[in-house]
């Protein structure tokens, strides 16, 4: 699919998707809970539809009632065979969960998710008494559990995920565990997974993010949870807004603990316009100047910010590059080719990502290279180009928000499918 955006002014309110970080979490706490869970605000994006694939697989019975999901939990699995589709945490978080069978399960994928590595699940299961075996470090992955408590140590980055599928599978098995984290990277969303355990009745205790003791025999508890609104998908909304006029954006919770909340910070590093209120954002245009922002714990963040630096004048500085390599696609690469095309400097230096900003854009082709958000940080930084530009593999953004290009649309956005 290939769409045209156009210069446009940007006005007016929206909803923010509901987050599929937070949604993936809920479902697997779901599974595990034995009795009724109700999940408002359910996610329609392609990696919460692997995880309610998943959840099914391994037990769940689902009632879709469109606003809300009625979820019959209890883990027992209805055959061996786990397809995650392009979903990374569904891979790294359903992967431990999993290894709970006593038989062995297949967790497999599709797409950029079969190019990611995966040594390092089969590394931290193997301590915990699995088998796992992986084909040359990449999908398919084999477990043969059950998991079992223990020590366990894991390296922390490239993902924080597994450790969220280590939290979540360990405190239903018998025994205590302590796992041990090198270098562990997104610490906002292992706090996410200890909150989201939390509403389920299960404990563990973080030590500084170093390690985490997790007591076993827990029971996870039915609950009724409401999905936030996604901070990642919302940044190249309010992004839009500082370009190109004004927008507010519903359902966004100021004391998140999503790691791209800290899109705020960079919005008023660059000077735009910023006014908060209960659940909702507005962020409008001013004159924009170049920042220095580090995302090493919110490494989602690189695509809108490029966008926005894009339009700032000077040269802006975002740290943290490191974290880009195993995304859907070698994000700090392709922001840097695509983005040239468009007449965007990007250097790649020392870790850090250097954008120098432009007022005037090129008339050009830009390949989304299956990346969700590469498409939305092109369509995004198109909004304010003098010239159209296109965009090639657009339909990528269902990964993560299906209804992006509906919702520039309803702000003023030009856009032609």
């Given at each position: 699919?290939?769409?045209?955006?156009?210069?446009?002014?940007?006005?007016?309110?929206?909803?923010?998707?509901?987050?599929?970080?937070?949604?993936?979490?809920?479902?697997?706490?779901?599974?595990?809970?034995?009795?009724?869970?109700?999940?408002?605000?359910?996610?329609?994006?392609?990696?919460?539809?692997?995880?309610?694939?998943?959840?099914?697989?391994?037990?769940?019975?689902?009632?879709?009632?469109?606003?809300?999901?009625?979820?019959?939990?209890?883990?027992?699995?209805?055959?061996?065979?786990?397809?995650?589709?392009e979903a990374g945490l569904?891979?790294?978080?359903?992967?431990?969960?999993?290894?709970?069978?006593?038989?062995?399960?297949?967790?497999?994928?599709?797409?950029?998710?079969?190019?990611?590595?995966?040594?390092?699940?089969?590394?931290?299961?193997?301590?915990?008494?699995?088998?796992?075996?992986?084909?040359?470090?990449?999908?398919p992955v084999w477990i043969?559990?059950?998991?079992?408590?223990?020590?366990?140590?894991?390296?922390?980055?490239?993902?924080?995920?597994?450790?969220?599928?280590?939290?979540?599978?360990?405190?239903?098995?018998?025994?205590?565990?302590?796992?041990?984290?090198?270098?562990?990277?997104?610490?906002?969303?292992?706090?996410?997974?200890?909150?989201?355990?939390?509403?389920?009745?299960?404990?563990?205790?973080?030590?500084?993010?170093?390690?985490?003791?997790?007591?076993?025999?827990?029971?996870?508890?039915?609950?009724?949870?409401?999905?936030?609104?996604?901070?990642?998908?919302?940044?190249?909304?309010?992004?839009?807004?500082?370009?190109?006029?004004?927008?507010?954006?519903?359902?966004?919770?100021?004391?998140?603990?999503?790691?791209?909340?800290?899109?705020?910070?960079?919005?008023?590093?660059?000077?735009?316009?910023?006014?908060?209120?209960?659940?909702?954002?507005?962020?409008?245009?001013?004159?924009?100047?170049?920042?220095?922002?580090?995302?090493?714990?919110?490494?989602?963040?690189?695509?809108?910010?490029?966008?926005?630096?894009?339009?700032?004048?000077?040269?802006?500085?975002?740290?943290?590059?490191?974290?880009?390599?195993?995304?859907?696609?070698?994000?700090?690469?392709?922001?840097?080719?695509?983005?040239?095309?468009?007449?965007?400097?990007?250097?790649?230096?020392?870790?850090?990502?250097?954008?120098?900003?432009?007022?005037?854009?090129?008339?050009?082709?830009?390949?989304?290279?299956?990346?969700?958000?590469?498409?939305?940080?092109?369509?995004?930084?198109?909004?304010?180009?003098?010239?159209?530009?296109?965009?090639?593999?657009?339909?990528?953004?269902?990964?993560?928000?299906?209804?992006?290009?509906?919702?520039?649309?309803?702000?003023?956005?030009?856009?032609?499918?």
């Open positions: 699919m290939q769409i045209t955006v156009q210069r446009s002014r940007i006005s007016g309110r929206v909803a923010a998707p509901p987050s599929k970080s937070y949604a993936q979490r809920a479902l697997a706490g779901a599974l595990l809970a034995k009795g009724t869970t109700t999940i408002f605000n359910p996610s329609r994006s392609d990696d919460a539809q692997a995880a309610l694939r998943i959840i099914q697989q391994l037990g769940a019975a689902i009632e879709d009632l469109g606003d809300r999901l009625i979820i019959k939990g209890g883990f027992s699995p209805k055959g061996q065979k786990l397809d995650c589709g569904s891979l790294r978080m359903f992967s431990p969960i999993a290894a709970l069978a006593d038989q062995t399960m297949l967790m497999n994928g599709a797409g950029s998710l079969l190019k990611r590595p995966v040594q390092m699940i089969n590394d931290a299961l193997n301590q915990l008494g699995c088998r796992c075996q992986s084909q040359d470090g990449f999908l043969k559990g059950p998991l079992k408590s223990g020590k366990a140590t894991i390296d922390g980055s490239i993902s924080s995920q597994l450790l969220t599928g280590m939290l979540m599978a360990l405190p239903v098995v018998k025994g205590d565990s302590e796992i041990s984290v090198s270098n562990l990277q997104s610490l906002p969303y292992i706090d996410m997974t200890i909150n989201m355990l939390k509403q389920f009745g299960i404990s563990v205790e973080n030590r500084h993010y170093e390690s985490f003791r997790i007591s076993g025999k827990q029971k996870y508890k039915p609950a009724t949870l409401t999905v936030e609104g996604d901070w990642s998908g919302a940044s190249f909304l309010l992004v839009a807004g500082a370009l190109g006029g004004e927008i507010t954006v519903d359902g966004l919770q100021a004391d998140s603990l999503q790691a791209d909340r800290q899109i705020l910070k960079a919005l008023g590093f660059a000077g735009a316009r910023i006014e908060t209120s209960d659940n909702q954002v507005t962020v409008g245009r001013n004159e924009l100047r170049a920042f220095d922002f580090d995302a090493t714990h919110c490494p989602d963040l690189f695509p809108p910010l490029v966008a926005l630096a894009a339009h700032c004048n000077g040269v802006s500085r975002i740290e943290g590059v490191g974290r880009l390599v195993h995304k859907e696609s070698n994000r700090a690469k392709v922001l840097q080719e695509e983005f040239y095309k468009l007449g965007i400097s990007i250097r790649i230096e020392g870790g850090n990502l250097y954008v120098a900003g432009s007022s005037v854009m090129k008339n050009g082709e830009v390949d989304s290279h299956g990346d969700h958000r590469i498409a939305m940080a092109a369509a995004t930084v198109a909004t304010i180009s003098r010239t159209p530009v296109r965009i090639a593999g657009a339909e990528c953004v269902a990964k993560s928000y299906p209804g992006f290009y509906q919702d520039i649309k309803s702000v003023g956005g030009r856009i032609d499918e």
